[in-house]
């Protein structure tokens, strides 16, 4: 309350005013914000309280500590923030309050694809990964954030997940997050020059978004091995999304006969981007992927070049034209 509104100087006191002195009064957050706009986030989680301390700001446009007869007309613009109320149990507006506010706005999840994935490219902390180690900052192909924006709006629509608690917009950023740390280390393991993200750094997104969705009926171990299942299970579908949206029609027979006579493709995290592509040889039509992955020319690297050839035989194994082994950290494809 004191915080917000005000209290009796405990300090104004010992210098000698007496308590009948409004001068000792303390002013808090909301009257020094006159002539502005005060905001409070997660309003609920105030005490109820303290939550009617704010009823004659809202109404009366004045305040009242500890009884002093003092009144200062204020001139401010209160913003608040809250989730709906069958999103949390913690706490709830009081209704006089609620009924003091002038309007509502309820927001939505980004409606179409392409706004989740610019505002993950905009509120992803992935540069600062970046400046340790010799290397430069981590780069995420734009195929793989459109993959983290899929999977969590898969996340969003699942049947197996809570929707009074939805998914919120940070899954997906820290995702993407997740994934640029991955290439990092990567990269400083395998000895890379810059750390560029694959494929093979998505499923680290799975154990470090558990935290951050509720699972329908959750809470035996068998239910927390689904619940895994389940986050691996809409990753693959959104990869799979992902490939189609990128490369249909896109000629990849020369990468698929590369198999045909049993050879085989090792990746993995500690698979360098250039021993990746020397397994492979001369790709064809690799320009042409690349482009199509949003890799502009001349600025094409080794690295890059490797995390759209993995993509591309990811997609290839999820539309059942290659075949997929995986080990722990070691993955290989086939026919």
């Given at each position: 309350m004191g915080d917000l509104i005000g209290d009796v100087d405990p300090i104004k006191v010992a210098e000698g005013r007496t308590l009948g002195d409004p001068e000792t009064v303390h002013y808090g957050l909301v009257p020094r914000t006159n002539r502005g706009i005060f905001s409070v986030n997660e309003l609920p989680d105030l005490a109820e309280r303290i939550q009617v301390a704010l009823l004659n700001v809202l109404e009366e446009r004045d305040i009242q500590i500890r009884g002093y007869r003092v009144r200062l007309p204020l001139d401010l613009l209160l913003v608040a923030t809250a989730n709906p109320e069958d999103y949390t149990n913690r706490g709830r507006i009081i209704t006089?309050?609620?009924?003091?506010?002038?309007?509502?706005?309820?927001?939505?999840?980004?409606?179409?694809?392409?706004?989740?994935?610019?505002?993950?490219?905009?509120?992803?902390?992935?540069?600062?990964?970046?400046?340790?180690?010799?290397?430069?900052?981590?780069?995420?192909?734009?195929?793989?954030?459109?993959?983290?924006?899929?999977?969590?709006?898969?996340?969003r629509e699942s049947s197996h997940v809570d929707q009074r608690s939805g998914v919120?917009?940070?899954?997906?950023?820290?995702?993407?997050?997740?994934?640029?740390?991955?290439?990092?280390?990567?990269a400083a393991?395998?000895?890379?020059?810059?750390?560029?993200?694959?494929?093979?750094?998505?499923?680290?997104?799975?154990?470090?978004?558990?935290?951050?969705?509720?699972?329908?009926?959750?809470?035996?171990?068998?239910?927390?091995?689904?619940?895994?299942?389940?986050?691996?299970?809409?990753?693959?579908?959104?990869?799979?999304?992902?490939?189609?949206?990128?490369?249909?029609?896109?000629?990849?027979?020369?990468?698929?006969?590369?198999?045909?006579?049993?050879?085989?493709?090792?990746?993995?995290?500690?698979?360098?981007?250039?021993?990746?592509?020397?397994?492979?040889?001369?790709?064809?039509?690799?320009?042409?992927?690349?482009?199509?992955l949003g890799v502009p020319e001349g600025e094409q690297s080794a690295e890059q070049a490797a995390a759209a050839v993995?993509?591309?035989?990811?997609?290839?194994?999820?539309?059942?034209?290659l075949a997929k082994d995986t080990d722990g950290s070691r993955t290989v494809y086939g026919a």
């Open positions: 006089p309050l609620k009924d003091r506010f002038g309007a509502e706005v309820r927001t939505h999840y980004p409606i179409e694809l392409a706004d989740e994935i610019r505002l993950l490219n905009q509120e992803a902390q992935t540069t600062w990964l970046g400046g340790t180690g010799g290397f430069d900052a981590p780069l995420v192909p734009e195929h793989l954030a459109e993959i983290v924006a899929r999977f969590t709006r898969l996340v919120s917009a940070r899954f997906a950023i820290a995702g993407l997050e997740t994934v640029a740390a991955s290439a990092v280390r990567r393991v395998a000895g890379e020059s810059r750390p560029v993200a694959r494929v093979v750094d998505l499923p680290s997104i799975v154990p470090a978004s558990r935290g951050k969705v509720e699972f329908a009926d959750a809470g035996s171990d068998s239910d927390d091995d689904r619940d895994v299942e389940v986050l691996e299970h809409l990753l693959r579908q959104a990869t799979a999304q992902t490939f189609r949206a990128r490369c249909g029609g896109l000629d990849l027979t020369g990468l698929q006969e590369h198999f045909a006579s049993g050879d085989t493709v090792e990746s993995g995290d500690l698979v360098p981007a250039a021993a990746l592509l020397g397994q492979l040889g001369t790709i064809p039509h690799l320009a042409q992927l690349l482009g199509r993995e993509f591309a035989l990811e997609g290839l194994y999820l539309t059942r034209r």
